[in-house]
């Protein structure tokens, strides 16, 4: 906050984007619960209240779960393809291939192949909110 109470710039920008981010990954976030691991990525947080000045990037993901539906988010905007390393074929985390994937915000499923090194999501070319991006991924 500033001196005079109002946010700055961007932050004001964020809670702005905030709203459509929700209205689109909501599912991912509301109900779940935690997976086996809480995510996968490069980036390490500093510990401590009020230390959020990390920058993630899209390769940092957090894992939820509902039901049968696991839930992956990435923490930065995905461009091209995300891979999803915890899930490659075979993996300790999860013994059932993956069957689809969707990109939340968007309807149908999306083009994806399970390797072993990673599953790998291919992005369409615009995404449907700023910032993070949220896939549904549904197991055989």
Do not use: C
Not at 1 to 29: C, F, K, Q, V, Y
Not at 55 to 63: C, H, L, P, V
Not at 95 to 116: H, K, S, W
């Amino acid at each position: 906050m500033h001196g005079d109470g109002s946010l700055p710039p961007e932050s004001d920008r964020l809670l702005t984007d905030l709203a459509p981010w929700m209205a689109a990954n909501g599912e991912a976030i509301h109900g779940t619960r935690p997976w086996k691991i809480y995510g996968e990525g490069p980036t390490t947080a500093v510990a401590g209240a009020f230390a959020e000045k990390t920058s993630y990037t899209a390769q940092d993901i957090r894992f939820t779960t509902k039901g049968e539906t696991l839930y992956a988010i990435t923490l930065g905007m995905p461009r091209g393809q995300t891979a999803i390393t915890s899930l490659a074929q075979p993996n300790p985390h999860e013994r059932r291939r993956v069957r689809a994937v969707r990109l939340l915000g968007r309807p149908g499923a999306i083009a994806f192949r399970q390797t072993g090194q990673a599953l790998v999501i291919d992005l369409p070319a615009t995404l449907p909110t700023r910032h993070a991006s949220a896939f549904a991924i549904d197991f055989a």
